[in-house]
């Protein structure tokens, strides 16, 4: 699911530094699922650290190119990968359309922001991974609107198995950045975590709907 391993270092030690990423198994937040959880995640934090943006951007490129070939458009999922996704075009020299999370309710009524064609080849951009649901409703927004999907990137993936079950039933590839796994072993590395900590946030991932109740 990486597309590699050392870019999934890179950018777990990058996400970390920004705290784009925090982890506090002793006082876990609360997602707006109601999922009691001992990491978070804020990827859009990104885009205010031009260096750390511009690896991200650039990481993406070459590994959209080398996985997927390259693209007739480039789309971000509404609303936090908007910003990574327009500068992945940029980068690429490609259009750029974004997909909001349902219709807008005047005007023309669009979920796809932007010119599409039918049958155009369509990598989706997205900037964190949890059960997969809402970036796969963007897919089959794109699918709708005529287009070829070759495949989602994101910055970040938890990992979750209903993830994975997810994207395997949409048949839709996936490839991160980071994920899980490589985050909670730098962390202990670096020391932002102890051991005890790093089997806590393990144990949150196998059960993380009802873990902490």
Known sequence: MIFNTDTAKKTAELLLQINAIKLNPKNPFTWASG?????Y??????LSFPPIRNFIREEFAKHIEKEYGKPDVIAGVATGAIGIGMLVAELMGLPFVYVRPEPKKHGRQNQ???????????VVVEDLISTGKSSLMAVEALKEAGANVKGMVAIFTYGFDISVQNFKNAGVRLNTLGNYDTLLDLAVAKKYITEDEHETLKEWRKTPDTWGQ
């Open 35 to 39: 999922w009691k959880s001992p990491i």
């Open 41 to 46: 995640c804020d990827n859009r934090i990104t």
């Open 112 to 122: 796809v922001e932007g010119f599409l064609q039918k049958g155009q080849n369509v």
